[in-house]
């Protein structure tokens, strides 16, 4: 039987994940003169509060940058490509945009739309629910009626929920100049097979006189 996986927006059950607070607590971690990096290969999974995003026309490297000085080190994602099987060219960092886009609209061309399912725990997200064609046809779907709201015992504010962009962009690497450790998520676009990657490498290049890297992933 041929098992058909749905283009789903599915943040997967939520992993217990140690804080990193170093750079030798990644996968893969070089040393550079001022500064530290610690990089993860994690597929097409991207790390939210509430879980994984799964992005399949993107691989996904967790990053870690660790200041060993006081003096401010700018971070962006323009600094780091992507190296496939000791390959040129190099794959260039995308926008968080970008990224969203893709995840919310996988297929372009029909532009489905997706449908949440739940509120609370784990994103269940499908095709459209199958409408009937009249009352009682048994071809349709029913379509799910939203449990109502439970009032807040502390009398709080609900707050709204975050969007997809808002989720990816706060989990992708922060661009700014700073001295302290920065961590975040960098994407690149690659639609071919996961199985014919047999190494990669991420490449980074700080400018301004700063030393390139080579670290690699697998």
């Known amino acids: 039987m041929r098992v058909v996986l749905l283009f789903a927006l599915v943040p997967l059950l939520a992993q217990d994940n140690a804080p990193r607070s170093r750079a030798a607590d990644y996968a893969a971690h070089v ?5 530290e990096i610690g990089a993860e290969y994690l597929l097409h999974s991207i790390p939210t509060e509430n879980g994984f995003y799964i ?6 490297v967790d990053v870690g940058i660790f200041p060993s000085t006081l003096e401010k080190i700018k971070i962006s994602s323009g600094q780091f490509q992507l190296r496939i099987n000791h390959g040129q060219p190099e794959l260039l ?5 970008s990224v969203a886009g893709s995840v919310k609209y996988p297929d372009w061309e029909q532009q489905r739309k997706a449908t949440v399912i739940g509120q ?4 269940i997200v499908g095709a459209p629910q199958q409408t009937g064609r009249f009352p009682g046809d048994p071809t349709g779907q029913p379509i799910p009626i939203p449990a109502p709201e439970q009032p807040d015992p502390s009398g709080a504010e609900p707050r709204a929920p975050k969007s997809v962009d808002e989720m990816i962009a706060h989990a992708a690497l922060p661009e700014f100049a700073t001295e302290r450790p920065a961590k975040g998520c960098l994407f690149f676009h690659y639609r071919g097979k996961t199985k014919s990657i047999h190494s990669l490498e991420l490449i980074y290049d700080g400018g301004e006189g700063r ?5 690699p992933l697998f």
């Open 211 to 215: 030393p390139k890297a080579t670290i």
């Open 120 to 123: 609370a725990g784990p994103v």
């Open 31 to 35: 040393s550079l003169t001022g500064m």
């Open 93 to 97: 960092a995308d926008t968080p945009g």
């Open 55 to 60: 992005a399949k026309d993107y691989l996904v």
